[in-house]
């Protein structure tokens, strides 16, 4: 009985902690550090990219230096998600509140598939 009791709980403990992380650890530390070196890795080939003053579809390369900066205008002091969830077509996305020394920006983040690993969209907005 003992057993069967700590099979279910390490089970359910189990389903909380993958599904207690929508983004990788890397990507939130890169949001709330600001350095877009640590995003960089999981950008695909191509990015649509938008913050308040860049909107365009560009390379991996070219978002990095865009989401840099973004972030030298904008310093980093925290961000956290806000919501995640799976977008039609087997995509799956996440919003974030990024806290910053300029104000609070809202972060969109697409994934391609389910397994959040590739970003092929950010969009930076003013919070309001």
Same mark, same amino acid.
């Given at each position: 009985?003992?057993?069967?009791?700590?099979?279910?709980?390490?089970?359910?403990?189990?389903?909380?902690?993958? #599904?207690?992380?929508?983004?990788?650890?890397?990507? %939130?530390? /890169?949001?709330?550090? /600001?350095?877009?070196?640590?995003?960089?890795?999981?950008?695909? !080939?191509?990015?649509?990219? %938008?913050?308040?003053?860049?909107? /365009?579809?560009?390379?991996?390369?070219?978002? &990095?230096?865009?989401?840099?900066?973004?972030?030298?205008?904008? &310093?980093?002091?925290?961000?956290? %998600? !806000?919501? #995640?969830?799976?977008?039609?077509?087997?995509?799956?996305?996440?919003?974030?509140?990024?806290?910053?020394?300029?104000?609070?920006?809202?972060?969109?983040?697409?994934?391609?598939?389910?397994?959040?690993?590739?970003?092929?969209?950010?969009?930076?907005?003013?919070?309001?």
């Amino acid at each position: 009985m003992i057993r069967l009791i700590f099979l279910i709980s390490f089970t359910l403990l189990l389903q909380y902690s993958t #599904h207690a992380q929508p983004v990788n650890v890397k990507i %939130i530390e /890169g949001f709330k550090s /600001g350095n877009a070196s640590l995003i960089d890795p999981y950008l695909t !080939k191509e990015v649509d990219f %938008i913050d308040p003053t860049n909107e /365009g579809i560009f390379s991996r390369a070219t978002t &990095k230096n865009k989401l840099s900066e973004f972030f030298t205008r904008n &310093k980093a002091n925290d961000f956290s %998600i !806000k919501h #995640h969830g799976n977008s039609p077509g087997n995509d799956s996305y996440c919003i974030g509140i990024l806290s910053t020394d300029k104000g609070i920006f809202r972060v969109y983040l697409l994934y391609v598939g389910s397994e959040r690993t590739q970003i092929s969209e950010i969009r930076i907005e003013e919070d309001e």
